[in-house]
C-alpha cells in the first residue's frame, strides 16, 4: 500500500463520485477504480458500495477513510518539517548550562531565539563543565555554556561572558568586616567548595595567590552543585570565591566581598562540535552575535 492509493481512496470517499475524483486526482476514470479495487483486495475487504447510480461507504469504509486521513496529514506534516529542518527552522537542539549562567543575560539569549526560530524544541540541562564536554563529544548535546580550558580537538567554541570574582561568606564571619582583604587573611580558613570533577580549574588562581602571600586555606566541605554550596556558606561552614553574578541572588546569612586584585575574570565559552553543521545550531549561535546589556563589567558564570 502507498500513499497514492490513500489519496485515492480519500477523493473518492469525498466525493462519492468516481468521475469527480478522477478530475480532482487528474486521473483517468479506469486507472481509478482499478487502484481502488486494487486496495480493497489487498485489505480483503469492501470499502465501498457501488451501484451505477451511487457510490456509498461500507462501515470498514468509513473507518479506514478516518486512519486514511490521518495517515495522508502526519505524512503532509512530516514533509513540511523536514524542509523546515533544512533551513533550520524545525528541529532540537539540547543546550548545557552551568548554573551560573542561567540568569537574565542567557534569558534574552534565549527569547531572542524562541522569537526567530518557534519551532525549534531547545532543551536545557544544569551540566558542570566538565560533564558537558563529555556529552559533546558523545553527541548527546549540540552546545554547551561553560568554563574554558576546552581541550579537545573535535570541539570549537567562541567567548560570550566574563565575570569577577568575588568572596562569599557567611554574616558575620571575621573577614566580612574587614574593609580590604588581603590574600594573607585566608590562611586556615575553611572553604566550601564544588566536588572536584565540577571545579574545571576554577579555584586554581584563588589557590596560587593564597599560595603566593603563604596562606592555606583548608578545604573541609564540598557540594554537588551551586545552590547547595552557597546555602552551605550561608550556615555557616566556610567560604569561597564565586562570581558577581551570584551575588545578585539574596539569601539569608550569605554576604559577598571584593577578592584582593590580581584574579583573572571568569569566562562562559560556547562550546559545540567542529562537524556538526546542524543549521539549528548555526542559528543559535548567531543569537550570541549581539552584544549582552553592560551590567558594570560583570558578565555571568561562576563556581
Known amino acids: ?13 469525498e466525493t462519492l463520485n468516481f468521475r469527480r475524483a478522477a478530475e480532482q486526482l487528474r486521473l483517468a476514470q479506469p486507472p481509478l477504480s482499478a487502484q481502488i479495487k486494487s486496495l480493497e483486495g489487498e485489505l480483503g475487504t469492501r470499502l465501498l458500495e457501488r451501484t451505477t447510480r451511487s457510490v456509498r461507504l461500507t462501515h470498514a469504509g468509513r473507518v479506514f477513510l478516518e486512519e486514511a486521513r490521518a495517515v495522508l496529514a502526519a505524512s503532509a506534516q512530516a514533509e513540511r518539517r523536514a524542509r523546515e529542518a533544512e533551513r533550520g527552522l524545525a528541529g532540537t537542539l539540547r543546550l548545557g548550562v552551568i548554573a551560573p549562567a542561567a540568569n537574565a543575560w542567557l534569558a534574552g539569549v534565549l527569547r531572542c531565539f524562541r522569537q526567530r526560530f518557534p519551532n525549534v524544541q531547545l532543551s536545557l540541562f544544569d551540566l558542570s563543565s566538565t560533564e558537558q564536554l563529555r556529552r559533546l563529544r558523545e553527541h548527546e548535546l549540540e552546545a554547551g555554556l561553560l568554563r574554558p580550558p576546552v581541550g579537545f580537538p573535535e570541539l570549537d567554541y567562541r567567548f560570550v561572558q566574563e565575570s569577577r570574582q568575588v568572596l562569599a561568606l557567611p554574616a558575620g564571619h571575621r573577614l566580612a568586616r574587614k574593609r580590604r582583604l588581603e590574600w594573607a587573611d585566608f590562611h586556615d580558613e575553611e572553604l566550601v567548595l564544588m566536588t572536584p570533577n565540577a571545579q574545571h580549574g576554577f579555584y ?3 589557590f596560587a595567590a593564597c599560595a603566593k602571600a603563604g596562606a592555606k586555606p583548608r578545604p573541609t566541605q564540598y557540594a554537588n552543585d551551586i545552590q547547595t554550596k552557597m546555602w552551605l556558606i550561608s550556615a555557616g ?3 569561597a570565591p564565586t562570581t558577581d ?6 539569601r539569608p546569612g550569605l554576604v559577598f566581598r571584593p577578592l584582593p586584585a590580581g584574579l583573572p575574570p571568569v569566562q562562559t565559552v560556547l562550546v559545540w562540535r567542529r562537524t556538526d553543521d546542524s543549521l539549528v545550531l548555526a542559528h543559535f549561535r548567531e543569537c550570541f552575535a549581539a552584544p549582552a546589556p553592560d551590567r558594570g563589567g560583570s558578565r555571568p558564570g561562576g563556581l
Open 1 to 13: 500500500m502507498e500513499l497514492r492509493h490513500l489519496r485515492y481512496f480519500v477523493a473518492v470517499a
Open 204 to 206: 586554581d588562581a584563588f
Open 237 to 239: 561552614f566556610g567560604l
Open 245 to 250: 553574578t551570584l551575588a545578585e541572588i539574596k
